[in-house]
């Protein structure tokens, strides 16, 4: 079956340590995308990527960072220098995010916790 | 820059009950409008989605929402709900112009109560 596939579902990270999320999708898609969900606050865009060597930051990129290498595969990196990373983490592709190709799949998530 | 407003953070129904969720947005352009779910436990997925065409659109498991130009609107309704339909609600919208990302309202906890 197509899908996003994010990994792992759980996630502890000591204060002061960089992490990496793990995102890949089998849907050919060109665009892919990283959301953070704070309850309250919606989804959120940190950093997205229309196709594959090329990548932009969102709403809020500090203190992340991403490659894309390959067109199945988007990772994230939570930095040291994120201030409050413990929050719930989405990836998301669309087929190439133009116009009427922007309905969006998304993973189950990751949930990060800072301890 | 777009943005997406939900009318309520917390809505609380019996079953039975009829639901609409309002949802606003701020952009003069051709828009492209969706509603997510994310049920307990589970990955966000598409309701139901507007792009052109008949305003009046229908979703899965009995949701529709009509899109009002006028007034910026999206609002999702559902004549009759059931505790399962117990899950967050977000309200999304994209550009018709080129490359668009989504961006999301804060969500809206629906609640039924059985």
């Known amino acids: 079956d197509g899908g996003i596939t994010q990994s792992p579902k759980y996630l502890f990270r000591k204060e002061g340590q960089n992490v990496t999320l793990s995102c890949e999708q089998n849907l050919n898609h060109d665009a892919m995308y990283w959301y953070r969900q704070d309850p309250g606050q919606g989804l959120r865009l940190i950093y997205y990527?229309?196709?594959?060597?090329?990548?932009q930051k969102g709403d809020i990129a500090e203190g992340y960072s991403v490659s894309r290498e390959k067109k199945e595969s988007f990772p994230l990196t939570v930095t040291s220098a994120q201030k409050n990373p413990t929050a719930f983490y989405l990836c998301a592709s669309t087929f190439d995010g133009t116009g009427m190709n922007t309905e969006a799949f998304f993973g189950q998530g990751t949930r990060l916790t800072v301890v | 820059a777009q943005s997406v407003s939900q009318h309520n953070h917390h809505v609380i129904l019996s079953e039975a009950a009829s639901l609409e969720l309002g949802c606003n947005y701020s952009y003069g352009g051709t828009v492209n409008l969706f509603w997510y779910v994310q049920y307990p436990g589970q990955h966000l997925q598409l309701l139901l989605k507007?792009?052109?065409?008949?305003?009046l659109v229908k979703g899965i498991k009995g949701f529709e929402a009509e899109f009002i130009k006028s007034k910026f609107s999206f609002n999702l309704r559902k004549p009759s709900v059931q505790w399962s339909d117990t899950a967050e609600y977000f309200c999304?919208?994209?550009?018709?112009?080129?490359?668009?990302?989504?961006?999301f309202g804060k969500g809206t906890m629906l609640l039924v109560s059985p």
């Open positions: 999304a919208v994209t550009l018709n112009s080129g490359y668009s990302t989504l961006t």
């Open positions: 507007y792009f052109s065409g008949d305003p």
């Open positions: 990527s229309q196709i594959v060597n090329d990548f």
